[in-house]
């Protein structure tokens, strides 16, 4: 089993920035893709960015240009740097990763951590 510890939500006004960090530990083999996903009050699940093991990323339009994902392989550590934060952002962060078994995966998903940006 794989755990992931997030940390780094909070509130910040309109304008701001916020760095959130997900690490994982426990019995990992391989981690690859890592990525982070924000869920609204009524609304589903959604990317907002991922980066693979070789440091190819993918962004939401909405949050291109604001928010860069980053990782360090050597600590299992996955990090979304966000800034410009929008009331818009508002959401609980999840972090995912994806454990590759020789030719199997398994996808882990952190607690989630509030971001609050009020209008």
């Known amino acids: 089993q794989v755990q992931l510890v997030e940390s780094g939500g909070g509130l910040v006004q309109p304008g701001g920035s916020l760095r959130l960090s997900c690490a994982a530990s426990?019995?990992?083999?391989?981690?690859?893709?890592m990525g982070w996903y924000r869920q609204a009050p009524g609304k589903q699940r959604e990317l907002v960015a991922s980066?693979?093991?070789?440091?190819?990323?993918n962004y939401a339009d909405s949050v291109k240009g604001r928010f860069t994902i980053s990782r360090d392989n050597a600590k299992n550590t996955v990090y979304l740097q966000m800034n410009s934060l929008k009331p818009g952002d508002t959401a609980v962060y999840y972090c995912?990763?994806?454990?590759?078994?020789?030719?199997?995966?398994?996808?882990?998903w952190g607690q989630g951590t509030q971001v609050t940006v009020p209008s």
């Open positions: 995912k990763v994806t454990d590759e078994v020789l030719l199997d995966s398994r996808d882990y």
């Open positions: 426990g019995r990992i083999f391989s981690i690859n893709a």
């Open positions: 980066i693979t093991r070789g440091g190819s990323t």
